[in-house]
């Protein structure tokens, strides 16, 4: 636990998709990629799994294991 920060950013695509990066330093890696946008990420206590929102009209709630 503790080795990645995660971040939003928008790729190519222009939809905010959650990042992933090496607290050490290191190159980005984008986690998420479907076609919405994600805000606020959040680390599991036990540092395996990144609980973010969906920006969109309905309140929706989503976790990924990186």
Not at 18 to 39: C, E, N, Y
Request: charged share 10%.
């Amino acid at each position: 636990a503790g080795q990645h920060i995660a971040f939003i950013a928008p790729p190519t695509d222009g939809y905010f998709q959650i990042f992933r990066m090496p607290l050490a330093g290191g190159s980005a890696v984008q986690v998420t990629r479907d076609p919405s946008h994600k805000t606020q990420p959040a680390w599991s206590p036990d540092g395996r799994t990144i609980a973010f929102t969906v920006w969109s009209y309905e309140a929706q709630c989503w976790s990924i294991t990186p």
